[in-house]
């Protein structure tokens, strides 16, 4: 005989097997005996929840020789449906019958009675895909079908069904299974095939079924086609390019050391093995939970994914792992917006490495700038007493004061394309300070008030979309996600207005560049690597081609009168 998927092989045959779904079992239970059977039954929920299983039992429970309601899986009837035999339990696929014609060929049968069984039961997989005009052939039978007819319509897509089929139905919707029940169902499934596995193992195959029971044993019968009958926590690692635990606990230390090396290299051998950096991205998350939790409650028994030598080893502040998480379930939400996961990932871990020294020089910073306004303030004559509050709150709007924006172009989504080298990027990053980057982080939220700007609008809004990233006197360097913004700072006819916008950020009227995140990721390496190897250049003058027109141009009016003038 040929072999037999482990999920069809352990298919439930009675209620009592389901894994999970007990409030719709018992509530069908109820209704078998109480004989209160509805002429529609509408079963939806994630794939590999029990739908088509349900509906299976039931046909069974409302055809079963040894009584109403039961399911003995010996008769004749119990023994037909289980087989796809029977007359009377009719399944069909509305993803390959969805038109009109197969359904008027289903109501056409709709009227005969019962053959063998006390019901007709129809199943229909995948309602979702039938056509509108299929629906509508089917509305007047699934409101008023013959007597002993029953429909139960599955599917993982409810929304796209009609209102008018949602209305006709009792509507019963699965949920994604435990994962202590899928365990529990793996574990007496692993003990009838004779099958070892190791705990962890197990876990790790049941956290990535992700609710789905149907999932978790197409998955289990990989593993034992790969493995064999003694499987380990490796196995599962090695076949579904997942890290351990002490890859990601080690990850995570080089963050909390701002080792970038480690960082970068890890990074790449996950790659290069196939990791999935989304799983991975999850499974950070989870750590950082167990440690919030830990931090938070000093309860060992709390911890579910790492134990308690893990926690020594990342002894980080709450407020510490709170940024973390933010930004890793940011970067995570991200990730189905970029074409390069694995980018985005190490632009994530670099930030992690980075945010103890951002937050330490954001004081420094702020006292620098009040001392730098202060003059301007005391120049105006009023009042000698001026408290260090005042002075705070009036920093901000100063920035726009200073900088006029009545020059600026209009703005273009094409145009001439400012060329620069990874050479000159490095050359900027030699300039750099971190002083430098804080002043325009810390007036980052003033662009906001930009963006309605009638000059400006367009330049804030763009930048909006960016990260400062690589800041001196004479140049800011930005990265984003979307190309189109790439392309549009670095156009030179925007060049002058993005300059000014800046200039309303950082006080320097300076170069504006922006790089994708790879170009961004692959500066940050040469950088590491030659200050590593001790080969970083000497600073030399920043020589990009950006034609900035630090004054306006004269209109066609101004020029006439200097020409009358020289006359």
């Known amino acids: 005989m040929s072999y037999k998927a482990l999920y069809r092989t352990y298919r439930p045959m009675t209620f009592d097997e389901v894994a999970g779904q007990k409030h719709i079992i018992q509530t069908l239970k109820n209704a078998l005996k109480e004989n209160k059977i509805a002429h529609a039954y509408l079963f939806c929920g994630p794939r590999g929840t029990g739908k088509t299983t349900m509906a299976r039992i039931f046909a069974k429970a409302l055809n079963c020789e040894k009584g109403f309601g039961e399911q003995c899986n010996e008769c004749e009837n119990c023994r037909a449906i289980i087989e796809g035999r029977h007359p009377d339990v009719i399944e069909i696929d509305a993803a390959s019958n969805r038109g009109i014609d197969d359904i008027r060929d289903l109501v056409s049968k709709v009227k005969y009675a019962p053959i063998l069984g006390q ?26 079908p013959p007597e002993k ?4 319509l ?8 009609m209102p008018t089929i949602l209305s006709r139905c009792q509507r019963y919707d699965f949920t994604k299974v435990s994962d ?8 007496d499934i692993l003990q009838n095939e004779h099958i070892q596995m190791d705990d962890d193992a197990l876990s790790s195959l049941v956290k990535l079924a992700d609710g789905g029971v149907r999932d978790a044993l197409s998955m289990l019968d990989q593993v034992i086609a790969y493995q064999g009958n003694n499987i380990t926590l490796k196995t599962i690692e090695e076949l579904y390019g997942l890290s351990s635990k002490e890859e990601k606990i080690n990850l995570l230390v080089a963050c909390d050391k701002k080792d970038i090396s480690t960082l970068t290299s890890t990074i790449q051998t996950f790659a290069e093995n196939g990791i999935d950096i989304k799983r991975l991205t999850l499974d950070l998350l989870d750590i950082l939970k167990d440690l919030l939790i830990y931090q938070t409650t000093k ?3 709390l911890l579910k994914f790492i134990s308690i030598s893990d926690v020594d080893s990342l002894p980080l502040p709450v407020k510490k792992i709170n940024y973390w998480i933010d930004t890793l379930l940011q970067a995570n939400s991200q990730f189905k917006m970029v074409n390069n996961v694995l980018s985005l990932f190490e632009i994530t871990l670099l930030k992690l490495a980075s945010y103890e020294e951002e937050k330490k020089e954001e004081v420094k910073v702020i006292e620098k700038v009040v001392e730098v306004k202060k003059p301007t303030i005391i120049q105006e004559e009023k009042k000698e007493e001026i408290k260090t509050e005042e002075i705070k709150e009036e920093v901000l709007p100063l920035t726009f004061t200073n900088v006029s924006f009545s020059s600026v172009n209009t703005f273009v989504e094409e145009g001439t394309p400012i060329n620069y080298t990874l050479d000159d990027i490095v050359n900027i990053m030699v300039q750099a300070t971190k002083e430098e980057k804080t002043k325009i982080v810390n007036n980052w939220k003033l662009l906001d008030k930009l963006l309605t ?13 960016t990260t400062p990233r690589i800041v001196c006197k004479s140049a800011v360097v930005f990265d ?18 993005f300059s000014k916008v800046v200039e309303a950020l950082y006080g320097e009227n300076c170069i504006v560049l922006c790089m994708s995140q790879q170009d961004y990721i692959e500066a940050v390496k040469k950088f590491t690597n030659l200050q590593q190897a001790n080969k970083l250049p000497s600073a030399r003058e920043i020589t990009i081609d950006v034609k900035i027109n630090s004054t306006p141009q004269k209109t066609q009016t101004e020029l006439l009168a200097e020409e009358l003038k020289g006359e």
């Open 119 to 144: 019901y007709k039961v129809y199943i229909i997989d995948e309602v979702h895909m039938m056509t509108n005009e299929a629906f509508n052939a089917l509305l007047k039978t699934l409101e008023e």
């Open 149 to 152: 007819t029953v429909f139960i």
């Open 154 to 161: 599955a599917t993982t897509e409810p929304y796209k069904l």
């Open 180 to 187: 202590g029940d899928i365990y529990n169902r793996l574990f």
């Open 299 to 301: 309860d060992e028994s």
């Open 453 to 465: 700007h009638p000059k400006v609008g367009k330049y804030a809004s763009t930048l909006k979309m």
């Open 480 to 497: 984003s996600n979307f190309k189109s913004n790439v392309t549009k700072i670095n156009l030179k006819e925007n060049q002058y207005g």
